[in-house]
């Protein structure tokens, strides 16, 4: 069975560092494609970041330079280093795989975990 | 990245059907048939229902379709139920490894 656990929300300063960590199960991440999605309270969702299974990340304008998206493969595990946070980074965070549609990226999320709660305060 | 617009909100009486309008751009939902949509309801996370403009995920029952007519993606939910009740987003690739949500629409079954 597929699962998504995502940890490390919490309250943090306006110009504070946090990392997300999403453990998954039941499958293996390094042959994946992975993102990260955020929803601030009462709002829509917004991508933040992906990682290929090749290893290549790309992050959306609004993080870039702020954010970094990794994986440990020993550890099956995503992560999401976020630095330089802003009042407007406040969000629940999701952790989602990326599926495939015969053999090529499908560029649709098949699976997400619960989410995390980060909120950013002066 | 602009967010895709979608209605804020939609109804219908059970058993009824419902549509929901995503737009975007030629850049994103009319450049790509990589449109998807996903439900949520509150305090849950998402669920996917439709991928690839209109493919049903294993599970999803055939009440959900999708489509798609230039910029414009739809998501119509026939025979309403009240576990239908929940907010919908919409999502498109964009490009350069950029993906778009929609604003999102709740549906409420009167």
């Known amino acids: 069975e597929v699962q998504l656990v995502e940890s490390g929300g919490g309250l943090v300063q306006i110009g504070g560092s946090l990392r997300l960590s999403c453990a998954a199960s039941?499958?293996?991440?390094?042959?994946?494609?992975m993102s990260w999605v955020r929803q601030a309270p009462g709002k829509g969702m917004e991508w933040v970041s992906v990682?290929?299974?090749?290893?290549?990340?790309y992050d959306a304008d609004s993080v870039e330079g702020r954010f970094t998206i990794s994986r440990d493969n020993s550890k099956n595990t995503v992560y999401l280093q976020m630095n330089s946070l802003r009042a407007d980074d406040s969000a629940v965070y999701y952790c989602?795989?990326?599926?495939?549609?015969?053999?090529?990226?499908?560029?649709?999320?098949?699976?997400w975990g619960q989410g995390t709660l980060v909120t950013v305060s002066s | 990245q602009s967010a895709l617009t979608q209605p804020p909100s939609a109804s219908g009486s059970p058993g009824q059907s419902v549509t929901i309008s995503c737009t975007g751009t030629?850049?994103?939902?009319?450049?790509?048939?990589?449109v998807s949509w996903y439900q949520q309801h509150p305090g849950k996370a998402p669920k996917l229902m439709i991928y690839?403009?209109?493919e049903r995920p294993s599970g999803v029952p055939d009440r959900f379709s999708g489509s798609k007519s230039g910029n414009t993606a739809s998501l119509t939910v026939s025979g309403l139920q009240g576990e239908d009740e929940a907010d919908y987003y919409c999502?498109?690739?964009?490009?350069?490894?950029?993906?778009?949500f929609g604003t999102g629409t709740k549906v409420t079954v009167l």
């Open positions: 030629s850049s994103d939902v009319g450049g790509y048939n990589y």
């Open positions: 999502s498109s690739y964009s490009g350069i490894n950029n993906y778009v």
């Open positions: 039941g499958f293996t991440v390094s042959n994946r494609y």
């Open positions: 690839e403009v209109s």
């Open positions: 990682i290929y299974a090749g290893g290549t990340t």
């Open positions: 989602a795989r990326g599926a495939y549609s015969g053999g090529a990226y499908g560029y649709y999320f098949d699976y």
